[in-house]
C-alpha cells in the first residue's frame, strides 16, 4: 500500500467512459474499451493518479457475481497495460438502487473508501470523469472539477436547468469522450 495524501487524482466511472455501455457489462464477452480511452488514460496519467469509482448494482440485483466483475475489472488492467495505464485503484457499490446505502454514486462512500486506503487527496486540483449526472454530482460533493461525457444518461436542458440528479451544479467540461476530456484537461494542466 503506498501513501497518496495530498496526490491529485482523477476519480472515472467505468462503464461508458472507459468501457463501452453496453449495459451490465459483467463478462469478457461484452466488455469493449470505449475508441480512444486508453490513449486518454495515458495523457491522465501523466498528470494524476487513477481511481475508479463505478456502481456495479447488477451484483445486488443478482444478475452476476462479485466474482464476475473481479474478472471484468483484472481484464481491464490489462487492457490498459498495453498502453502502460496503471490503475491505482478500483472501488466499487455492489448494492442495488433501493438498498439506500452510502457507497452509490452520487453519495460518497467510495471516495470514504480510497481515503481510509490512501490518504486524503487534494480535491481543488483533482477531476471526476464520467457520463451520467450522478458521476457529476459525487465531484462536486467531495470538490473536484468535473467533466461530463456526452451520453445517452442526459440531455443539455438538464445542465441548463440544473437538475436535482446533480444538486444544481453544472460540470466544468462537458466533452465528447474521455479522450477529449483528457486533451481538454491536459491543456488545463499545462496551462
Not at 77 to 101: E, M, N, Q, S, T
Request: aromatic letters at 10%; hydrophobic letters at 40%.
Amino acid at each position: 500500500m503506498y501513501n497518496l495524501n495530498g496526490a491529485k487524482v482523477v476519480f472515472l466511472d467505468r462503464d461508458g467512459t472507459i468501457n463501452v455501455d453496453h449495459g451490465f457489462v459483467c463478462n469478457l464477452d461484452n466488455f469493449e474499451l470505449c475508441e480512444g480511452a486508453g490513449r486518454g488514460l495515458q495523457i491522465l496519467a501523466g498528470h494524476f493518479d487513477l481511481f475508479v469509482v463505478t456502481n456495479q448494482s447488477g451484483i445486488g440485483r443478482a444478475m452476476y457475481t462479485l466474482q464476475d466483475m473481479h474478472s471484468v475489472h483484472t481484464h481491464m488492467r490489462l487492457a490498459l497495460k498495453k498502453y502502460g495505464v496503471h490503475l491505482a485503484d478500483v472501488f466499487y457499490c455492489p448494492h442495488a438502487p433501493d438498498a439506500r446505502c452510502g457507497c452509490r454514486k452520487p453519495e460518497v462512500g467510495m471516495i470514504v473508501q480510497a481515503e481510509l486506503k490512501y490518504g486524503l487527496f487534494d480535491y481543488e486540483h483533482s477531476w471526476m470523469i464520467g457520463d451520467k449526472l450522478t458521476d457529476i454530482s459525487l465531484g462536486h460533493r467531495i470538490g473536484t472539477k468535473t467533466a461530463l461525457l456526452r451520453s445517452n444518461y442526459w440531455r443539455d436542458a438538464d445542465l441548463k436547468y440544473g437538475v436535482q440528479k446533480t444538486d444544481g451544479f453544472v460540470p466544468t467540461l462537458v466533452c465528447d469522450s474521455l479522450l477529449d476530456a483528457a486533451k481538454k484537461i491536459e491543456e488545463l494542466e499545462n496551462g
